[in-house]
């Protein structure tokens, strides 16, 4: 999987996952969007419905067979490694992870608020200090992350790096403008 930018960058070179991990924009201030986008079979979604999502194993496999698509310059074997360390029940006070509940037959809530600071953002935040820090170690590299906040944004982006090699967080808070909770 190789990546371009929406504006043109990178279209003679595409970027491997690795390279655009750690650059937020590309150079010409356009996102980052695969090349070609992965497709699922009929057999293959078959398979990831087959799966019961009351399983603890349910939302690692899941996340693994979705961005093992996505990230091709990981070995697999790391990349699964990466997301077990990430979704676990100590991290996600819960074992199923994003637990599900039936509402009713055909309709079913999601929970997505059980990491760490009780914000959604933390399903993607938590890994991405793991992959940022894995990526940081192979190219012997530091990465210092900028950030403001009047939200759970920053909060859950701080804890997702908390303790992370190479990475140093710098986030700003407006005086008085945040609940307590926050």
């Known amino acids: 999987m190789r990546y371009i930018s929406t504006r043109g960058a990178w279209a003679g070179n595409p970027q491997p996952f690795s390279a655009i991990l750690l650059e937020g924009l590309a150079p010409d201030r356009g996102l980052a969007v695969p090349q070609k986008y992965p497709r699922f079979s ?7 419905r087959e799966r019961s999502y009351r399983s603890h194993r349910f939302y690692p496999d899941l996340a693994f067979a979705v961005l093992s698509r996505f990230i ?11 997301i077990d360390r990430t979704y676990t029940k100590e ?7 994003a637990p599900i509940t039936e509402l009713e037959p055909g309709i079913h809530l999601m929970h997505l608020s059980n990491g760490p600071t ?11 200090g793991n992959l940022f820090e894995y990526t940081l170690e192979k190219e012997r590299g530091t990465l210092n992350i900028l950030g403001a906040t009047s939200g759970d944004t920053g909060s859950s982006a701080e804890c997702a790096m908390r303790g992370k ?9 407006p005086h008085g403008r945040m609940s307590p909770f926050q």
């Not at 091709?72 to 990466?82: C, E, G, R, T, V």
């Not at 991290?91 to 992870?97: G, T």
């Not at 090699?165 to 808070?173: D, K, P, W």
């Open 91 to 97: 991290i996600f006070f819960h074992e199923s992870i």
């Open 72 to 82: 091709s310059d990981i070995p697999a074997a790391d990349l699964k490694s990466l």
């Open 118 to 128: 009780l914000a959604f953002k933390d399903i993607a935040l938590q890994l991405l």
């Open 165 to 173: 090699r190479g990475i140093a967080v710098f986030m700003l808070s």
């Open 42 to 48: 009929a057999k293959e979604l078959d398979t990831l």
